[in-house]
């Protein structure tokens, strides 16, 4: 089976900009978690999708947004990017049954706001 | 904030076994433990979960306490691509809060040739 993918890679945006970043899930998987990682800050969950409803939300401000669509892919939107928002953000897919959940995660997209 | 406390740093010695240790004294019944794994800059890797009874798999084993409040991964013979940082997660099955992960800092590892 394939992994979690994770489209783009590398992104560089400017302070103000919007930008979508895309994760699709390991076949099968029904939840799909995204989570911001800088060094400050370590890892921190932002949103879970399950059956194209956010199930979960972390602590983070309104211009971080997300959707999932029927096939389980999912998208995670920032508006009016602010150079903090520079930080590897990662997607991680899981059966979502209720004895084994591991969440597999995808290599991640590193942005960049200048 | 996290529910587990990890050393910041360890050594290891190429070839021999490495134990990583983690404390998570608070937690409950129906919480898993997992272990993941970051090599610089990719995504986590898992690596292995257990409730209460001890766990094996191709990469490592688990050992957890009888009372469930600590456990220790075991990598049995360490090598260098085994350089990472290692992130011990307690977290519940059930929708709702307790399902997202909740990262500490980990126990960044280095195996030495």
């Known amino acids: 089976k394939a992994g979690v993918t994770q489209t783009p890679r590398y992104l560089i945006k400017t302070r103000g900009q919007q930008v979508t970043l895309s994760c699709s899930p390991i076949s099968g998987h029904r939840s799909v978690s995204w989570y911001q990682q800088t060094p400050g800050q370590g890892l921190q969950f932002l949103f879970e999708?399950?059956?194209?409803?956010?199930?979960n939300k972390g602590n983070f401000p309104g211009r971080f947004s997300g959707r999932q669509f029927s096939n389980s892919r999912s998208e995670m939107n920032v508006s009016t990017l602010e150079l903090g928002d520079s930080a590897l953000y990662l997607c991680a897919s899981s059966l979502a049954n209720s004895d084994t959940d591991t969440q597999y995660f995808g290599p991640g997209t590193r942005l960049t706001v200048l | 904030d996290a529910k587990t406390t990890q050393p910041t740093s360890m050594d290891c010695a190429e070839g021999r076994a490495a134990n990583l240790p983690c404390n998570h004294s608070?937690?409950?019944?129906?919480?898993?433990v997992y272990w993941y794994r970051q090599i610089h800059s990719q995504g986590p890797q898992y690596i292995i979960h257990g409730l209460k009874n001890n766990e094996t798999n191709e990469m490592a084993s688990l050992i957890i306490t009888e009372d469930r409040k600590s456990s220790t991964l075991i990598l049995p013979h360490a090598t260098l691509r085994d350089t990472a940082v290692y992130y011990c997660?307690?977290?519940?099955?059930?929708?709702?809060?307790?399902?997202?992960?909740?990262w500490g800092l980990g126990t960044s590892l280095a195996v030495n040739p």
């Open positions: 608070t937690i409950s019944g129906n919480e898993y």
């Open positions: 999708y399950f059956s194209e409803t956010q199930r």
């Open positions: 997660i307690v977290r519940g099955l059930n929708a709702g809060n307790n399902r997202k992960l909740i």
